[in-house]
């Protein structure tokens, strides 16, 4: 059964850096590409940009370049999904997706990032 | 990029049959087939329904279906039942960052 499975809810302040991640299981990792998909607070779905575990290659959509890292280790399966210097515009739920072709096959469940003074 | 256009609402009856739209451009919607459509219900992720345009994956319902015209997709929902009520969006592949966007979304409710 392939599944990903995401980090917990986190609560930061702002300028505070941030790792989330997603775990893969249930196929082979490196074989496909991982999304990452921002959600904020009663919103619509962004691409965020993706990342293929099997050689690293990542494209980010241009409004998230520059201002989040996707990143990967194939060695256990996990994608992540970081900032260097968090806002309170990116409180919102961060989901991560396998990218089969041209869609999303399979979700995590979510992670909320909440950034507050 | 710009999202993708969606209507912000549709509603029908337990029964009838509705049409969502997702409008796009000649760098998306019009020129490829990797077109997408995602259910959303209130605290969910969202869950894939159509993609290459009217392929539904195993396990959904056949009521949902998916075109395109042009610029344009559609899904169709017929026999509307009550747990279709949930926000749905659509996807394309784009051109212009070589990665995808997605639309609006549009708040299914059934009456």
């Not at chain 1, 921002?38 to 940009?49: H, I, V």
């Not at chain 2, 290459?52 to 042009?70: L, T």
Request: proline letters at 4%.
């Amino acid at each position: 059964e392939v599944q990903l499975v995401q980090s917990g809810a986190e609560v930061k302040k702002p300028g505070e850096s941030l790792k989330i991640s997603c775990k893969g299981s249930g196929y082979s990792f490196t074989s496909y590409w991982i999304a990452w998909v921002r959600q904020m607070p009663g919103k619509g779905l962004e691409w965020m940009g993706i990342i293929y575990p099997g050689d690293s290659d990542t494209r980010y959509s241009p409004s998230f370049q520059g201002q989040v890292t996707i990143s990967a280790d194939k060695s256990i399966s996990t994608a992540y999904l970081q900032w260097s210097s968090l806002k309170a515009s990116d409180t919102a739920m961060y989901y991560c997706a396998r990218l089969d072709r041209g869609w999303l096959d399979y979700w995590g469940q979510g992670t909320l990032v909440t950034v507050s003074s | 990029q710009s999202a993708l256009t969606q209507p912000a609402s549709v509603s029908g009856s337990p029964g009838q049959s509705i049409t969502i739209s997702c409008t796009g451009t000649s760098s998306d919607v019009g020129s490829y087939k990797y077109v997408s459509w995602y259910q959303q219900h209130p605290g969910k992720a969202p869950k894939l329904m159509i993609y290459d345009v009217s392929k539904r994956p195993s396990g959904v319902s056949n009521r949902f279906s998916g075109s395109k015209s042009g610029n344009t997709a559609s899904l169709t929902i017929s026999g509307l039942q009550a747990e279709d009520e949930a926000d749905y969006y659509c996807s394309s592949y784009t051109s212009s960052s070589l990665l995808a966007v997605f639309g609006g979304g549009t708040k299914l409710t059934v009456l």
